[in-house]
């Protein structure tokens, strides 16, 4: 049976022509530097199936996942596009990565020798990406590894056509930080001695950093959600995500009444309430009792009190009472804040603010790719 949305009391609505826009105003930033996308968790909450379509109008070839069942949705979607599995190849899939047109990026001499070895057992050279580890400690071949590589790279990458050399850097949102530099220098020196592949270096906040850090292919993610790719300044990105909700009911309360769990909000003049169906269940984090703000028709309406799982109670005593109703959409995201607004609200980033956007509201998408 579908379910209406007029069944749902929270919503999300997603322009993808913002999404669409974002993309090129990072590529307009690189130049002669393609951009690339990261679709990691599927969109990072938005909506892969949609997401990438804007993105392939928009003039975007290369996307990344992080795991290959998010690459498969992906080409479902755009059957020449090139999907790039972050994550590297699983030991028993090497048919499904190649039946879906799988590119894996070989974070380990480990993953080199499996793909190498499914090379061989087929008589084919496999295309596949290399990760070198440039000071994030995290995936990508250590310094060891890489001088192993570099030492021999005909043998160790016989029967691998290598597409992507790449690395990853840990603090390029951090201006005043010498290690994005640290990891430059080191990737150029180490792409340079490897002598194959199409460099790929910068991730969203990266690209900001100037041209000696773009290489050959970027690889932007959160800066195409409307996060900010350069917190030490305003957001060059638009926000494409409104999220907001009904109210259900409104009170009058007096003082000293207490509202929510753990009585955490005192009333301290008579004050209308209103309740409002969204909570942590729908990702809007606990972290957010009694900070930041909805607002109803441009009018702010404090959160007051503790989220739960299903419901948010907001201060409306200033906001006109004709406006602040059952049944008036209450406005969390969207042209009043962004991602980066609750997740100041939530001592969090905004990663973690649209991946964890939940499944309980009704999502309407506008514009390329709807």
């Not at 755009?78 to 030991?91: C, E, F, R, Y």
């Not at 592949?197 to 959600?225: C, K, M, Q, V, W």
């Not at 991602?339 to 514009?367: F, N, S």
Request: hydrophobic share 40%; aromatic share 8%; glycine share 10%.
């Amino acid at each position: 049976m579908t379910i209406s949305n007029d069944l749902y009391a929270t919503r999300l609505t997603i322009d993808l022509d913002v999404v669409r826009d974002n993309y090129r105003l990072l590529q307009d930033t690189l130049g002669k530097t393609k951009a690339g996308a990261a679709v990691k968790a599927d969109g990072y909450g938005l909506g892969s199936r949609y997401v990438v379509r804007a993105l392939w109008a928009a003039g975007c070839r290369d996307f990344f996942v992080a795991h290959p069942h998010e690459g498969v949705v992906v080409r479902d979607e755009l059957p020449d596009a090139i999907i790039h599995v972050l994550n590297g190849p699983l030991p028993n899939a090497v048919d499904d990565y190649l039946d879906a047109g799988l590119r894996p990026v070989l974070n380990s001499l480990g993953d080199i020798a499996l793909w190498q070895a499914a090379a061989k057992a087929r008589n084919q050279s496999l295309k596949a990406d290399v990760h070198l580890d440039t000071g994030m400690c995290r995936l990508g071949l250590d310094l060891t590894e890489t001088t192993r590589l570099l030492d021999d790279p005909d043998t160790l990458l016989d029967g691998i056509d290598v597409g992507l050399v790449m690395s990853h850097l840990a603090s390029a949102d951090d201006i005043d930080s010498d290690q994005s530099a640290n990891q430059r220098t080191l990737f150029k020196s180490t792409f340079d001695r490897l002598g194959r592949g199409t460099g790929s270096f910068a991730n969203s906040s990266g690209i900001f950093l100037g041209a000696d850090y773009h290489f050959e292919l970027a690889r932007p993610g959160i800066a195409l959600y409307g996060g900010n790719p350069t917190p030490y300044t305003e957001n060059p990105m638009r926000n494409p995500v409104t999220m907001d909700a009904r109210i259900l009911q409104v009170r009058d309360v007096a003082p000293p009444e207490k509202v929510g769990y753990g009585a955490s909000h005192i009333v301290e003049r008579p004050s209308r309430i209103a309740t409002v169906p969204i909570g942590y269940a729908d990702g809007f984090l606990r972290a957010g009792s009694s900070v930041g703000m909805a607002h109803i028709e441009g009018h702010p309406a404090p959160i007051a009190g503790r989220v739960s799982m299903d419901l948010i109670t907001l201060d409306v005593t200033d906001v006109p009472a004709y406006l602040a109703k059952p049944g008036a959409i209450a406005e969390f995201m969207g042209k009043h804040r962004t991602p980066d607004d609750l997740a100041r609200d939530w001592q969090t980033i905004p990663y973690e603010v649209l991946t964890g956007l939940g499944q309980r509201y009704a999502r309407t998408y506008k514009g390329t790719g709807a």
